[in-house]
């Protein structure tokens, strides 16, 4: 009995606390934020493209990069578009016939960059690359190490192909001319490495962008046709209506 009446009275608390509560004017709930468009679109974009060219084995043709066989066809000279424009250099090469091997080590992908143009409808993307060279000669036991940056830039349209699909493909793609930044790591001081620097540098300067572009430029134009899709068209989107990107620094 006395279970019973407690349950009673409990019941009566609770119907009047209600009744009380349900009488209070409600306070303001929290505001949730009106979206319009995709957030951080630039930041998506470059992850993606810089994920699809890593996976898409970047670093590994960087390191295959035939710099030795590009090197011996500048000693011959003998014509051609590697022949020509080494000609100038022909006192140098020479002395390049001490290098016995010339490879890429510990490539690196730095952060892509992305700039928009004025008219809204063209992005380009900055892919900065940072390339260990080993350089081994006859003239000394040790390695002459360099350090080489330079930088990729890429052209990103949108179009409509004839079924009314809109995509992203690639432009100019190619490497801004003197854009490269060569700095020895180890080497420095013996006479002979010093001169074989300053013979291989004019060399580098000259091919190693051009050896770079062939391999960035060809995986970014897959990178581009297998982008996710919601993606594309977010960005496509705001290239065709020229819309500005909001592009953090």
Sequence with gaps: MFQIRGLVVFCGLLAQTTAQLQGLPLGPGPVLPLVSGPTDLAGSLTGALSNGLLSGGLLDNLRNLPLLNILNLGRDNSGGLVGGLLGRLTSQLSFLKNIVDVQIQSPQLLELGLVQSPDGHR???????????????????????????????????????????????LGDCTHPPGNIKITVLDGVGLLPVQLLLDNLTPFLHITLPGLVQSTVCPLLNSVLGNLDMTLVHDTADQLIHGLKFVIKV
């Design 123 to 169: 992005l380009y993307v900055n892919i900065p690359l940072d390339l260990g060279l080993d350089v081994k000669t006859s003239l000394v036991t040790s390695l002459l190490k360099l350090d080489v940056k330079l930088n990729i830039t890429a052209e990103i349209v949108a179009v409509r192909n004839e079924n009314g699909r809109i995509h992203l493909v």
